[in-house]
T-cell receptor
């Protein structure tokens, strides 16, 4: 158990819809990173939030957006869903030091039909 | 070419065998993670190392910064070690993780 939780665990959407995934960080962690893991591949970095501000972004289009709240929980929003968005979405929290261990949540498995 | 490459992609072993998984990277890093992912998706961090060697139980991780190469060793492998092992380079000013594709390990009794 890492203390990082994600909801929902599974989700089915159709093309064009919007989805919000949630992540609750480990206590005391002010940094959260989101990753997308397609089937059979390693995770890909989407973005990172540090103290409610986006702190870095990978090669994902603007329809992938996020929020971090004052309690350091976080949301990943994806608009205009495409079939290729089907993946496991992982969040990882850390305390903001460098370098540091990231603690992963169990993931949300999204299927877009 | 991916920035983080792992080999082999798939590995099958008999219980008790010594296992080595290799990771090479081409980016500048502040540290390298070895992670374990079980079916269902949950990822557990095994090691974070920036030099030398770390050991935890039957797991040993080494890194050679000059050669940009790391290895994960499992001694006396057991069926419960069956999982996907992923190396990830911690890179960039904001500690972005760049992942390898993973090595799928199956240990048979």
């Amino acid at each position: 158990e890492t203390g990082v939780t994600q909801s929902p665990t599974h989700l089915i959407k159709t093309r064009g819809q919007q989805v919000t995934l949630r992540c609750s960080s480990q206590s005391g962690h002010n940094t959260v990173s989101w990753y997308q893991q397609a089937l059979g591949q390693g995770p890909q970095f989407i973005f990172q939030y540090y103290r409610e501000e986006e702190n870095g972004r990978g090669n994902f289009p603007p329809r992938f957006s996020g929020l971090q709240f004052p309690n350091y929980s976080s949301e990943l929003n994806v608009n205009a869903l495409e079939l290729d968005d089907s993946a496991l979405y992982l969040c990882a929290s850390s305390s903001g030091g460098s370098p540091e261990t990231q603690y992963f949540g169990p993931g949300t498995r999204l299927l877009v039909l | 070419k991916n920035e983080v490459e792992q080999s082999p992609q798939n590995l099958t072993a008999q219980e008790g065998e010594f296992i080595t998984i290799n990771c090479s990277y081409s980016v500048g890093i502040s540290a390298l993670h070895w992670l374990q992912q079980h079916p269902g998706g949950g990822i557990v961090s095994l090691f974070m190392l920036s030099s030398g060697k770390k050991k935890h139980g039957r797991l040993i991780a080494t890194i050679n910064i000059q050669e940009k190469h790391s290895s994960l060793h499992i001694t006396a492998s057991h069926p419960r070690d069956s999982a996907v092992y992923i190396c990830a380079a911690l890179s960039g000013g904001y500690n972005k993780l760049i992942f390898g594709a993973g090595t799928r390990l199956a240990v048979h009794p």
